[in-house]
C-alpha cells in the first residue's frame, strides 16, 4: 500500500447537494504533503468544493489536535476513529457514502497522529459487525486476532476504505480497546474504547455536517475508602 499522500478524490455526485454548489464533476483533488487540498484543472472549476474539503480537513485537525492533548496520550497510545461520510455532507448514515470526505477526514488525522506515533484504528460500518482497519504491526503488538476481510464503500465504509488504501500493512481486526476516540455522525464507537471512557469537549461540533463527539479513557478507581487515587 502506498502512503498517505498517493491517493486522489473522485468526486461524488452528491457531495455537498445541500450547499448548492456548483461543482464541476471532472475535476480531481489531491492531498499535498500538507495536508491540504488543490485542484487539478481539465475544465472550469469552481471554488466549493475544495474550499468545502478544505474546511473538513482543517475541522479534523482541530478535534485531533484538541483531544490530543487533553487525552495525554502517549506514544504507542491508540486511538479508534468512526467516520460516517454519509453525514458529513448531510445524508443519512449509510445512505450517501462519500470518498472524497473521506480522505478529507483522513487527510486531517492521520499527520497529527504520525507526529505523535499514536496508532489509528478505523472502525468500519455495522456490515462488518464494525472491525476495524489498522497497520498490521499495531495489530500485533496489542494481541489483536487478524480477519479477512477488505472494506469497500457499502460494506465497511469510505474511511474504512480510504485507511485501507493508505496504511503500509492494513489488516482488519474485530475489536480493540483503544485510549481514545472521536465519533464522527453517529457511528458509536464506545464498544472499541477501554473502561473508562471520559467525554471530551472541543471546540469543534460538526465536521461537515456530522455531529463529532470525543472521548478519552481512564484506569478504572479501585478500592474502597481507605484507597489513594492519582488525578
Given at each position: 500500500?502506498?502512503?498517505l499522500l498517493s491517493f486522489q478524490f473522485i468526486p461524488h455526485l452528491a457531495l455537498f447537494h445541500n450547499r448548492n454548489l456548483d461543482i464541476d464533476l471532472?475535476?480531481?483533488?489531491?492531498?499535498?504533503?500538507?495536508?491540504?487540498?488543490?485542484?487539478?484543472?481539465?475544465e472550469p472549476v469552481t471554488k466549493g468544493c475544495v474550499l468545502m474539503l478544505n474546511q473538513i480537513t482543517q475541522q479534523t485537525r482541530n478535534v485531533v489536535?484538541?483531544?490530543?492533548?487533553?487525552?495525554?496520550?502517549?506514544?504507542?497510545?491508540?486511538?479508534?476513529?468512526?467516520?460516517?461520510?454519509?453525514?458529513?455532507?448531510?445524508?443519512?448514515?449509510?445512505?450517501?457514502?462519500?470518498?472524497?470526505?473521506?480522505?478529507?477526514?483522513?487527510?486531517?488525522?492521520y499527520p497529527i497522529l504520525q507526529e505523535h506515533g499514536i496508532r489509528l484504528a478505523v472502525q468500519c460500518c455495522e456490515h462488518l459487525n464494525r472491525a476495524?482497519?489498522?497497520?498490521?504491526?499495531?495489530?500485533?503488538?496489542?494481541?489483536?486476532?487478524?480477519?479477512?476481510?477488505?472494506?469497500?464503500?457499502?460494506?465497511?465504509?469510505?474511511?474504512?476504505?480510504?485507511?485501507?488504501?493508505?496504511?503500509?500493512?492494513?489488516?482488519?481486526?474485530?475489536?480493540?480497546?483503544?485510549?481514545?476516540?472521536?465519533?464522527?455522525?453517529?457511528?458509536?464507537?464506545?464498544?472499541?474504547?477501554?473502561?473508562?471512557?471520559?467525554?471530551?469537549?472541543?471546540?469543534?461540533?460538526?465536521?461537515?455536517?456530522?455531529?463529532?463527539?470525543?472521548?478519552?479513557?481512564?484506569?478504572?478507581?479501585?478500592?474502597?475508602?481507605?484507597?489513594?487515587?492519582?488525578?
Amino acid at each position: 500500500m502506498g502512503p498517505l499522500l498517493s491517493f486522489q478524490f473522485i468526486p461524488h455526485l452528491a457531495l455537498f447537494h445541500n450547499r448548492n454548489l456548483d461543482i464541476d464533476l471532472s475535476s480531481l483533488v489531491d492531498i499535498l504533503d500538507t495536508g491540504s487540498l488543490r485542484t487539478v484543472q481539465r475544465e472550469p472549476v469552481t471554488k466549493g468544493c475544495v474550499l468545502m474539503l478544505n474546511q473538513i480537513t482543517q475541522q479534523t485537525r482541530n478535534v485531533v489536535t484538541e483531544l490530543l492533548e487533553q487525552a495525554n496520550m502517549r506514544p504507542g497510545s491508540l486511538l479508534v476513529i468512526g467516520c460516517s461520510s454519509s453525514e458529513i455532507v448531510g445524508k443519512q448514515i449509510g445512505k450517501g457514502s462519500s470518498m472524497e470526505a473521506a480522505q478529507a477526514v483522513f487527510a486531517g488525522v492521520y499527520p497529527i497522529l504520525q507526529e505523535h506515533g499514536i496508532r489509528l484504528a478505523v472502525q468500519c460500518c455495522e456490515h462488518l459487525n464494525r472491525a476495524l482497519i489498522m497497520e498490521r504491526e499495531a495489530a500485533e503488538q496489542r494481541g489483536y486476532e487478524i480477519v479477512n476481510v477488505v472494506p469497500q464503500p457499502h460494506a465497511g465504509g469510505s474511511f474504512a476504505v480510504t485507511a485501507w488504501n493508505n496504511f503500509q500493512d492494513p489488516v482488519a481486526v474485530e475489536a480493540v480497546r483503544a485510549e481514545a476516540g472521536v465519533d464522527i455522525g453517529g457511528t458509536l464507537i464506545g464498544m472499541h474504547l477501554k473502561a473508562v471512557a471520559v467525554p471530551v469537549r472541543t471546540s469543534e461540533k460538526q465536521i461537515g455536517e456530522a455531529i463529532v463527539l470525543c472521548a478519552r479513557t481512564r484506569p478504572k478507581f479501585i478500592g474502597g475508602p481507605r484507597a489513594i487515587y492519582q488525578i
